[in-house]
């Protein structure tokens, strides 16, 4: 069984900077991406930074790219987003999923296993 916990969320003005953590526990192998997603009140779902765990190779939106950084620490089994120059539209819901869609993929359908979730709140 797959278990991913997020923390790091909390609200902060623009420009600003937050990191979330995901802790993730289960059988996930070199072959799983693993990565963060976002909802915002209204919006689906969407894919925001994934990394192949294999090669630590990683993959961004193109709405985030140079503001965020995503990272793995494998002797911890944790997952992180740095977020940088924070915006009020970065507000969301922020989940982080593992799984094995085949190939880079944002699509959050690809993706088996979800955590319960950190708010971010980026107020102007």
């Known amino acids: 069984q797959v278990q991913l916990v997020e923390s790091g969320g909390g609200s902060v003005q623009a420009g600003g900077s937050l990191r979330l953590s995901c802790v993730f526990s289960g059988y996930i192998d070199g072959g799983y991406f693993i990565g963060w997603f976002r909802q915002a009140p209204g919006k689906e779902r969407e894919g925001v930074a994934v990394i192949y765990l294999g090669a630590g190779s990683t993959y961004y939106d193109d709405s985030v790219k140079g503001r965020f950084t995503v990272s793995q620490d494998n002797g911890k089994n944790t997952l992180y987003l740095q977020m940088n120059s924070l915006k009020p539209e970065d507000t969301a819901m922020y989940y982080c999923?593992?799984?094995?869609?085949?190939?880079?993929?944002?699509?959050?359908?690809?993706?088996?296993?979800w955590g319960q979730g950190t708010q971010v709140a980026v107020s102007s």
């Open positions: 999923a593992a799984g094995r869609p085949g190939r880079w993929s944002l699509e959050p359908r690809s993706y088996n296993y």
